[in-house]
């Protein structure tokens, strides 16, 4: 059987899997579309063998995984399309209500980490689908991730003040942020470690892919959307899908910091596939 690789329908993993197209990969995997919400309880009940997860819900359940060694969504400084909108200045918002969109776990830990660790305020939360007009009716400030970040980022609403999340990390902590990691369930690559390794062959492959054809695939998406390409080349170059040492530092520090808020029990050890 081909691995089941999951697949999240947003921008950012455009240039991935467009690269994967053109390398004609797709051949070797069944690639199975997701909300990013859902593809990691598809993972562990094994509708799927290897996935892009938040990097928050790996480390819930990092005793039944194993990361892929050189890929995650990651940036280092602004990344466009995790932000906070506010109808105050953020360090306003103490006490006050914070919206935050029900489509990404990761993005939702690194708000409260940065409100709490790096802003010092405590607001009230809720969960809401990412509808920013809907949000701010209730609330005074609300995340926003993915498509419906980016769009907001282009389009800067007026009488709102508008923080990348991304850029704030790396201000805060000299540090890379990682949103999600690609994840294989541990029996899986156990028992078919050629099949998991094929995998990352094709998925480096398509980065290579990807690096070298940013303009054109910079083009492809502006036919799609309601804005030059220009502004989508300025976006995917912002995203690294880099997974190193520098990046896994980041991760592991903002680990540290959702275990302090008491998002996570502990701080796992990252099992790397083919790192022993």
């Excluded at 991760?251 to 275990?259: D, I, K, M, P, V």
Aim: glycine share 6%.
């Amino acid at each position: 059987m081909r691995p089941r690789l999951g697949h999240i329908q947003f921008l950012n993993c455009l240039p991935l899997y467009y690269g994967l197209v053109k390398n004609d990969a797709l051949l070797d995997v069944e690639l199975v579309k997701a909300a990013p919400r859902d593809l990691t309880g598809m993972l562990l009940d094994g509708d799927l063998d290897i996935a892009p997860i938040p990097s928050i819900e790996y480390a819930r359940h990092a005793d039944r995984l194993v990361l892929l060694p050189d890929i995650a969504i990651s940036s280092f400084g602004d990344v466009q399309s995790i932000l906070l909108l506010a109808k105050t200045p953020v360090e306003d918002l103490d006490g006050r209500t914070v919206a935050l969109t029900d489509t990404s776990r990761t993005s939702q830990v690194l708000t409260r980490v940065l409100l709490s660790q790096r802003w010092g305020i405590s607001p009230e939360y809720v969960e809401a689908p990412p509808d920013l007009a809907g949000m701010l009716r209730e609330a005074d400030a609300a995340l926003l991730i993915g498509d419906d970040a980016l769009r907001a980022f282009w389009n800067q609403p007026a009488g709102l003040h508008i923080y990348d999340l991304g850029g704030e990390w790396t201000a805060w902590t000299g540090l890379p942020m990682v949103y999600a990691v690609w994840a294989v369930r541990a029996e899986f690559a156990e028992e078919r470690p050629k099949a998991v390794q094929d995998v990352i062959d094709a998925l480096n492959g398509s980065l290579f892919y990807c690096r070298a054809h940013l303009d054109g695939i910079s083009e492809y998406a502006a036919r799609w959307e309601p804005f030059p390409a220009d502004q989508f080349l300025s976006y995917f170059d912002a995203l690294q899908f880099r997974f190193e040492a520098h990046y896994r530092e980041g991760l592991l520090r903002f680990l540290a910091e959702a275990s302090d808020l008491g998002e996570l029990d502990q701080v796992p050890h990252l099992r790397i596939f083919g790192e022993g």
